[in-house]
């Protein structure tokens, strides 16, 4: 941390991602908070690409947007308005469950904390905190295979797995870039800073990089 400016490259680097795709989710999001669609949403979208996420929320939440009518359709329902999503019946399950839970359990408010998020069935880590980042605008650290792998590439850490990660990234990185990290650096991670042969030549922060772990580029 103390040989990676963070103060710095981040103008840089938020002045360059405006350039660039941004998630899908994080646009859904920025059009108003609904926990529970980024929840849902969320589970499309582990293994699925974005358009493809985009594409079967909306066919889903057209059927349905609350927990209490969603955990009335039947999974089959689910099931044909999600497809192609990866692993789309296991999914259909999940969704399913999980919205029964949370009608029944709170009321169809999803929990707005990151422990109780991970007591529901299908919920994770990067799920939790994406629900509290972009569901309900509270401090969390979103971290999939970009901030994994870039953060790394920084030296910022030295972590072998996302779980390890975040929970270092959170004793070194100050709170106020905690909920923008994951919508920075995925879409960074996905058209500059590339897990193989990352293109240096156009990155803003160039200059800072020590290019941990690289040994192409472009």
């Not at 981040?10 to 999001?29: C, F, G, H, T, Y």
């Not at 689910?78 to 029944?104: C, D, H, N």
């Not at 920084?154 to 990660?165: C, Q, S």
Request: aromatic share 8%; net charge positive.
């Amino acid at each position: 941390m103390k040989h990676f400016p963070i103060y710095r490259i981040w103008p840089l680097l938020k002045k360059q991602v405006k350039s660039l795709r941004i998630p899908w989710l994080e646009d859904m999001a920025s059009t108003g908070r609904d926990p529970f669609k980024i929840l849902i949403s969320c589970i499309l979208s582990l293994r699925t690409q974005d358009r493809t996420t985009g594409l079967a929320s909306e066919r889903l939440f057209k059927l349905a947007s609350t927990p209490e009518d969603m955990s009335g359709l039947s999974p089959r329902q689910i099931e044909k308005a999600i497809y192609p999503v990866g692993f789309y019946r296991v999914k259909a399950r999940t969704i399913r469950t999980l919205s029964r839970e949370i009608f029944l359990r709170y009321n169809s408010r999803v929990p707005d904390e990151i422990e109780e998020l991970l007591t529901l069935k299908g919920v994770g880590r990067k799920t939790a905190n994406l629900v509290v980042t972009l569901g309900y605008d509270k401090p969390g650290i979103c971290v999939d295979t970009h901030v994994h792998r870039i953060s790394n590439r920084w030296g910022l850490v030295r972590t072998k797995t996302p779980h390890e990660t975040e929970f270092a990234l959170r004793v070194i990185l100050p709170q106020k870039y905690w909920k923008e990290i994951n919508g920075l650096l995925v879409a960074f991670g996905q058209s500059i800073c590339k897990p193989l042969s990352p293109l240096c030549s156009t990155c803003a922060l160039h200059r800072y990089c020590p290019k941990l772990g690289v040994t192409r580029h472009r």
